[in-house]
């Protein structure tokens, strides 16, 4: 069976691996599934992407595992992917948090820098093609098994054209049924169904 290792959502915030994976009951819905599960913590105040591929590469053990990227963690998840092939057997993208959308960029940005980024650093994080800081040429050169996991219903920051992209651009990539993402209010009802999907693809 293989290792899962969960990469949560959040960028400059208070989210943390506890709220978004183990509080929703993801982390306990995967290991009645028989999936080991690791679930670090990002970064909370990283100056890069650069930053975070270091701190999670540090976590990642050494035997393949399946990674599964969360909103904008799903560019810390694909940079680990396109940058240790040998470590990652398979990549979900899930919830995707949309790049290059200057109304989305914008917000983000104010809120990056009320929380105490600086300009440079908001301006480095938020530098996208369909992935904040991945270049799409390195995601059309993944050769391990991925699958996109849409929002639904789509929101700004989750959009649904970002995950149209990602499978254009991914070779074999396919699509795995969406729900809300965790941890908000509409997710707890679609748990197992998301557990169920998970595990499915990392067998």
């Known amino acids: ?4 290792f969960l990469v949560h959502g959040g960028l400059w915030d208070p989210m943390n691996a506890e709220r978004f994976w183990r509080t929703p009951g993801i982390v306990a819905a995967l290991e009645t599934r028989g999936i080991t599960v690791l679930a670090p913590d990002r970064p909370q105040s990283p100056d890069s992407w650069t930053e975070e591929v270091a701190v999670l590469r540090k976590l990642l053990p050494p035997e393949p595992v399946v990674v599964v990227g969360a909103s904008n963690g799903c560019s810390a998840a694909a940079l680990l992917a396109i940058e240790y092939p040998d470590l990652v057997q398979r990549l979900v993208l899930a919830w995707p948090a949309t790049g290059g959308d200057p109304v989305v960029d914008e917000r983000t940005r104010a809120g990056l820098t009320s929380r105490g980024a600086s300009v440079a650093v908001a301006d480095e994080l938020l530098t996208a093609n369909t ?4 270049r799409d040429d390195d995601l059309a050169l993944l050769r391990i098994p991925v699958a996109v996991l849409p929002s639904v219903p789509e ?8 995950v149209d992209t990602l499978l254009s651009l991914i070779p074999g990539s396919r699509e795995l049924p969406g729900c809300p993402e965790p941890p908000t209010p509409h ?3 679609h748990k197992d169904e998301l557990a169920e999907t998970l ?4 067998r």
């Open 155 to 162: 929101n700004p920051p989750h959009q649904r054209k970002t």
């Open 1 to 4: 069976m293989n290792t899962v």
């Open 131 to 134: 992935l904040r800081g991945v």
């Open 187 to 189: 997710f707890p009802p």
């Open 199 to 202: 595990a499915a693809f990392a």
